[in-house]
């Protein structure tokens, strides 16, 4: 795993720090789990995108493969 270093105000480390004790975890783990979700966001998007075309288009999609 590889560590980044940011630079945030002071009012948003603030921030950060008040959402972390709300959730009652550390800051850090609020950070990461954050990136994480936002970066996974896309896929997810996408893969919902793509089901609901599949779903839609099937009688579609079935003539057409016959």
Do not use: C, H, W
């Amino acid at each position: 795993m590889t560590a980044i270093t940011i630079e945030l105000s002071n009012e948003r480390i603030r921030q950060l720090k008040e959402y972390a004790k709300q959730f009652g975890i550390p800051m850090e783990e609020l950070v990461r789990v954050s990136v994480e979700d936002m970066l996974a966001q896309p896929e997810e998007q996408f893969r919902k995108a793509m089901q609901y075309v599949l779903k839609k288009n099937t009688k579609l999609y079935k003539r057409l493969a016959a």
